[in-house]
């Protein structure tokens, strides 16, 4: 039996969007990571990122996923 | 003398909307003649048409959405319009021709080529020009029973409550995270609501705010540590995206004045039209 690593649907919103071109989707984690930390590992500039969903539910860096989540992360947004 | 309903009652026009239903209609021609003859206001022509259960005929296709009583609450409101760029533009002219009554515009702001691109009211000849002159003018061309008090000034602390403190809701379409606090402090201590749209590129969200809701902090975080420019700074501003959020805003407003409908209080509204991802999350 091959154990396989568990992915997350990553999603880049807005600004962020062009830190996404390098990172494969569906994006694989190892489980029990935080977003913070896995923010770090893809290289995402975490000063950037002002919001954080994780399956439609706010969330924050210390957030841990164990696979299969749907991660949105925002950037500010101001313009009018 | 016969009174101003009896008129109405006796001019109004016996009409069918496209799907056969009837009603009474009272054309734009007809209620400038009224206003003159009475000496009021074509919006007090207007509502007491609304009161007589006549549909003047420039609101007739809202009237399958709108009750009369829905109706003359719009004619009866005065919305708060802050930043009167690609959002505010486009929110007053969607609030101009709902039929909302009053309109209090604040911006303090002039025309310059790069605004070409989403905001409705730019226009080449109007290059330089105030932009709440613009809106003023342009309100009073789609809806001259629209009142309409401007204030050609950049939206600050000192002024602002006093500004909004007679709307019943305001709408935030301003340009920097800095200046939303600033309105949203004050229509909460005026205790108002406040929806509030943002965009940058193809990106736009939207919520709606009340005084005893959270709020920006939510969304923006700590007033004290926020950057002033979000994500537009690198981005700009595409006008499809800035006139789907417009439009939301504009919705949020009808329903917080009319009390129907679902809010997106304590909600974001998101939207990125790269992709036609349309989610609303709980903040």
Known sequence: MTSQKPFIDLKLFAALKRFAVKIPDPCPISPGITVGELLHTLGIPVDQVRLIFINGIKGDFSSVLNGNERLGIFPSVGGG | ?283
């Open chain 2, 1 to 283: 003398m016969s009174s101003l309903q009896d008129k109405l009652k006796k001019i109004a026009k016996p009409l069918k909307l496209p799907d056969g239903s009837p009603y009474l209609s009272l054309s734009l021609e007809k209620t400038s003649a009224l206003a003159d003859e009475f000496g009021i206001g074509k919006s007090s022509v207007e509502t007491t048409a609304l009161g007589e259960e006549i549909t003047p005929e420039r609101y007739a296709r809202n009237m399958k959405s709108f009750s009369f009583e829905d109706q003359m609450k719009l004619l009866n409101a005065n919305i708060g319009v802050v930043g009167l760029g690609g959002l505010g533009g486009v929110v007053c002219e969607i609030l101009a021709r709902l039929g909302i009554g009053k309109l209090t515009l604040i911006d303090g702001d002039a025309f310059q080529d790069s605004n070409l691109n989403r905001q409705f009211l730019c226009t080449e000849e109007g290059m330089g020009g105030s932009k709440a002159g613009a809106a003023a003018g342009r309100i009073k061309k789609i809806n001259s029973s629209v009142a309409v008090q401007a204030y050609d000034e950049f939206i600050n602390e000192q002024s602002v409550l006093e500004q909004i403190r007679s709307c019943d809701a305001v709408a935030d379409c301003l340009d920097t995270i800095h200046t939303r606090f600033i309105l949203e402090r004050a229509v909460k201590t005026a205790g108002i609501p406040l929806v509030s749209g943002a965009v940058s590129g193809s990106w736009g969200q939207a919520t709606t705010i009340f005084p005893e809701d959270t709020g920006f902090q939510s969304i923006y975080g700590n007033r004290a540590t926020i950057p002033d420019k979000g994500s537009e700074a690198v981005m700009g501003c595409l006008a499809f995206v800035v006139t789907l959020i417009a439009s939301i805003e504009s919705s949020e407003i009808v329903k917080v004045i009319l009390k129907k409908g679902a809010l997106l209080r304590n909600r974001l509204f998101v939207a990125d039209l790269t992709d036609n991802i349309f989610e609303i999350f709980h903040i």
